[in-house]
């Protein structure tokens, strides 16, 4: 699972909005993320959390946290 994937997937599951840690967390935990497999977690989940909410795939509440749009929670 990619990293976008992953963050999209957490959202989604928990259905309210989270702080990238928390969603890292939760990813590592649920095992959508692996940190022997796939380096630099903490970077690759920031930058595809900050280009999804350019895209407008994800809603950037506050510094750090992260909500899927109303449309698609």
């Known amino acids: 699972m990619d990293f976008l994937e992953a ?3 957490v ?12 969603i890292q967390d939760l ?14 977690i903490r970077k690759n989940l920031l930058a595809a959390l900050a280009r999804a909410a350019k ?3 994800v809603a950037k509440l506050e510094t750090g946290v992260y909500a ?4 698609t929670e």
Do not use: I, M, N
């Open 27 to 40: 990813a590592l935990k649920r095992g959508y993320l692996d940190p022997f497999t796939q380096r630099d």
């Open 11 to 22: 959202l989604s599951e928990e259905g309210t909005a989270l702080h990238w840690t928390v």
């Open 55 to 57: 895209q407008g795939r």
């Open 68 to 71: 899927l749009p109303p449309d």
């Open 7 to 9: 963050a999209l997937t």
